[in-house]
């Protein structure tokens, strides 16, 4: 049975896909000590196609990239799920990197990144408060228009 976070997700009617394998030589996620470490994920969705593919501010609006930021939050949390069994078991979402493949004069990647962070609350309550960093990149892998990592402290 789906635990607490689980179910809220699910009554957003979000449910969890399967965890995406590393394309590269690394791991999803590394467990050291309280702290999980969850390598980015890029905002496929579970049909595994791009929730936003290309820059925002050149193509791809504020709008979709906050989809696309959601998408890759749920895609840490599948790894989340993963590394533990149980999503019940995150004490404190710690951080959420985020990396933005914007145009050279779009400057609201924190915006985009709301809809990553917004989920995190809406999954953990106070627990999914966390501290963030946005970037600004030139590309992203497959064109996709957000990657977002994160750091948990677990049980």
């Known amino acids: 049975m789906a635990g607490t ?15 995406t394998a590393p394309v590269a030589n690394y791991v999803p996620f590394v467990r050291s000590g309280n702290l999980l470490f969850v390598s ?11 929730i936003a593919k290309g820059k925002l501010g050149a ?7 906050v989809a696309a930021a959601q998408g890759c939050a749920i895609n840490l949390l599948a790894q989340v ?3 533990l069994g149980d999503l019940d078991k995150v004490v404190r979402v710690v951080r959420l990197g985020g990396f933005i493949n914007s145009a050279p ?5 924190p915006k985009v990144l709301n809809g990553a962070s917004d989920l995190m609350v809406a999954a953990f309550g106070d627990k999914g408060r966390h501290a963030r960093t946005t ?10 228009a957000v990657e977002v990592e994160g750091v948990f402290e677990v049980s």
């Open 5 to 19: 976070v689980e179910q809220k997700l699910a009554s957003q009617g979000i449910t969890l896909p399967e965890p």
């Open 40 to 50: 980015g994920q890029v905002c496929f969705n579970a049909e595994g196609k791009l």
């Open 81 to 83: 799920k993963a590394a």
């Open 59 to 65: 193509g791809v609006t504020i709008e979709q990239g």
């Open 105 to 109: 004069d779009f400057f609201d990647g």
């Open 135 to 144: 970037v600004g990149v030139a590309s992203l892998p497959a064109d996709a």
